[in-house]
C-alpha cells in the first residue's frame, strides 16, 4: 500500500481526527490540484458530494479493497477521474487536492486531502500500513494459499482452527505483523493453555489441591478460576483415557 499524496503530513490520526491530512507547503494555492492516488488497488464504490455541515467532506472518491475502505476527501469536485464500480490499481491518478466541503481555513487556502481508512468499519491509521510487508505480503490477501497459511499458524498457536468466514472478516485487509500480534496475545488461548498444563500436572498430584493453590495465590479472577476446574477436569479425564 502506498500513500494517496506525496505531500506532507499536516494533521496526523488521533482520536478526535481519525484519518490523515496531507497539503503542499501548509496548503494553499500550491496544494490545490495536486494529484491523489489510490492507496491500493480496489474498487470504486462512490464518488461524490458527501456529509454536511462540519463533517462535510466534499468531493469525495471511496475505494474499498477487501475488508478495507478509503476515502479521499475534499477533492476539486470536477477533478475525479473514476466512476463508481470501476476497478483501480495502486497508484493510479484518481482526482486532485482542492477544498470542496467543510474546510479550515476555508476556501483556496485550505486546500488538503482528508484520508479516512477503516478496515472493518473501523477507523485506523493509514500509515501504518505504508509499504509494510512480512515476507514479502503486504495486506492478507483473500486465497486460498492465504487461508491455508493462516489456518495453520492459529491452529498452532491456539489449538484450533476457523472458518473461510471467520477469515475474510477477520484477517483479510490486516497487516501480518498486526494477526501476528493478535493471535499471539489471545487470552482465552492462553486459559486454555494454562488448564492444559494444569491437568498434566494433575496426573501426578492431587488436581484439587492445586487449583486450591491457585486461588490461594489471588491472581486469577474467580470466574477463570472456575473456567479452569471445568477444563481441569476435562484435560485430567483426557489425560487418564490416554493412559489406558
Known sequence: MISPS????????????????????????TSYGQPIVAPEAGRVTYVGQMGTGVNDAGTVVQIVAG???????????????VGANQQVSMGQVVGQMGYSGYVIPAGMAGSHLHWVMEINGLRVDGRQYINEK???????????????RWWKLHRRIRGEGFSRDYFNKGFVGQSAITMIDRIQNDPQADYREY???IGNLAIKQDWLKVIEDLKAGGNIPQAKIDNLIKEAEEAVAAAKKLKE
Not at 11 to 20: D, E, K, R, T
Not at 67 to 81: E, Q
Open 6 to 29: 506525496s505531500g506532507v503530513v499536516t494533521q496526523g490520526f488521533s482520536g478526535s481526527h481519525p484519518a490523515v491530512d496531507y497539503a503542499y507547503n501548509g496548503g494553499g494555492s
Open 67 to 81: 475488508a478495507r475502505t478509503h476515502r479521499l476527501c475534499h477533492l476539486i469536485p470536477s477533478s475525479p477521474t
Open 134 to 148: 512480512i515476507g514479502g505480503d503486504d495486506m492478507i490477501q483473500n486465497n486460498d494459499s492465504e487461508f491455508e
Open 195 to 197: 488448564a492444559g498444563d
